[in-house]
């Protein structure tokens, strides 16, 4: 019935949505992550779908099934999910980085599993820091001509509102939606901050499926006209 009702905002359009955490292997059998669960990028593009966008989801390892009508490619790593957003965005009208991308990965991954020495000693990781996968897109040219209108989240732990809007336009995007939290992680539930050039408005607290179909309403009214 929601199918049915709810307008076709985004026909014509190729949305991608990444989602859920990276994963940055230490050895074969362990690795750095995040606590990210996915629901909110698959909520988008499950939404995204529903308003007649052609959508694909680049989605790091989480457990949720596809929503139907989307397609996925599954990714590790931050430089896989980079390598796969880098292909897409060169045809796609509207990019969501809903992904936690991990901000660090180790240097280099051991080949084999690292195993104790019976010293006690502990291994040494050395760290090196990831890609900004959002701020390379948004500053490529199809983004800069806004022929792909980028979003960004930010996950912030004080003043939301300021953060936000710096991590806007650091990022070059001109739509940032903050997670008002604490604690989104996980949840069925969340309230969002959509940051943009005019100032904020909140989507107040609901389930993740009805903000996100209240996201994809406002990045439809934001695309350009006869964009498609
Ligand atoms: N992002 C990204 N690549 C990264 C880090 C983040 O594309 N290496 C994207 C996220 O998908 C999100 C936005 O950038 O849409 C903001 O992520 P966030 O972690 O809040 O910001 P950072 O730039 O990583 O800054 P910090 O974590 O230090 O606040
Ligand atoms: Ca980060």
Redesign the pocket.
């Known amino acids: 019935l929601v199918r049915f009702f709810t307008p076709k905002t985004l026909a014509g359009q190729h949305v991608v949505v ?1 989602a859920g955490p990276t994963f940055e292997a230490i050895d074969p059998v362990r690795g750095l992550t995040n606590l990210s669960s996915g629901k909110m990028g698959f909520a988008i593009a499950r939404a995204a779908h529903e308003a007649g966008a052609h959508v694909t989801l680049v989605a790091g390892p989480v457990a949720l099934p596809t929503p139907r009508g989307v397609g996925r490619i599954n990714v590790k790593s ?1 430089l896989n999910m980079q390598r796969t957003l880098q292909v897409l965005a060169q045809t796609a009208s509207v990019f969501v ?5 991990a ?1 660090w990965r180790p240097v280099s991954a051991a080949e084999q599993k690292i195993k104790k020495d019976g010293s006690g000693s502990v291994p040494a990781l050395n760290f090196v820091e ?6 390379g897109i948004a500053a490529q040219p199809r983004a800069v001509a806004r022929q792909l209108f980028c979003v ?5 732990s004080q003043d939301l509102q300021a953060q936000a809007q710096v ?1 806007r336009v650091r ?1 070059g995007v001109p739509l940032l939606v903050g997670n008002i939290g604490p604690d989104t992680f996980g949840q069925d539930e969340n309230a969002l901050l959509l940051v943009d050039e005019q100032g904020t408005t909140e989507l107040p607290r609901a389930h993740k499926l009805h903000l996100a179909r209240q996201l994809v309403a406002e990045i439809a009214q934001r695309l350009p006209v006869g964009s498609v």
Do not use: M
């Open positions: 990444s931050a980085s809903a992904a936690a991308v901000d990831n890609p900004d996968i959002l701020a960004g989240f930010a996950a912030e991590k990022k």
